[in-house]
């Protein structure tokens, strides 16, 4: 006990001491702090499409991605029917008209062209996959955010088997 003021005054000399230290210190630790932040790497999407069993339609007719990142769309044909051939044709827009153009074009493009004709309207597509079968394609998504419709060529299918990419 005898000790103890001494050693208070000791204390509360350390104190001053480091208090006046620490101001010069202080814009140090605050860079350490900024250090390591917003450093997230941009990793593509993976997003997998079923039809609806067998009928010429999607099981996931909206799908949500992020503007200008990587998209890969999986295309998972899990119908039984033989006909039930199905392919993802993403357009440049979410207009009936281009869907209908590119669907009719289709037609004229046959087999030969996988059912997938020249037009600038097209973003990305995947190949044709049988039942059973699953095909992909990765494109980036579109820099300006909004809905662009995807569509089955397969001939007969676009008018109902379609859905919505919507980028954000
Ligand atoms: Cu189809």
Redesign the pocket.
């Known amino acids: 006990m005898k000790f103890f003021p001494y050693s208070a005054l000791i204390l509360a000399f350390a104190f001053a001491f480091a208090a006046c230290g620490g101001s010069e210190q202080a814009p140090e630790s605050e860079m350490e702090m900024e250090v390591g932040a917003e450093e997230t790497e941009i990793t593509g999407v993976s997003i997998t499409i079923q ?1 609806d069993g067998d009928n ?1 339609m999607y099981a996931e007719e909206t799908i949500t991605v992020t503007a200008g990142t990587e998209v890969t769309l999986v295309l998972e044909n899990t119908a039984t029917a033989p006909v ?4 993802i044709v993403v357009l440049n827009s979410d207009s009936d008209e281009e869907a209908t153009r590119v669907g009719m074009a289709a037609l004229a493009a046959g087999e030969a062209m996988d059912y997938v004709p020249e037009d600038d309207a097209i973003l990305a597509y995947t190949p044709m996959a049988n039942p059973g079968e699953t095909v992909e394609v990765t494109f980036t998504a579109p820099s300006e955010p909004g809905n662009y419709r995807f569509i ?1 060529t ?1 001939p007969g ?1 676009f008018a109902t ?1 379609q859905g919505v990419l919507v980028v954000q």
């Open positions: 039809p010429m039930m051939i199905h392919n089955c397969y299918h088997m």
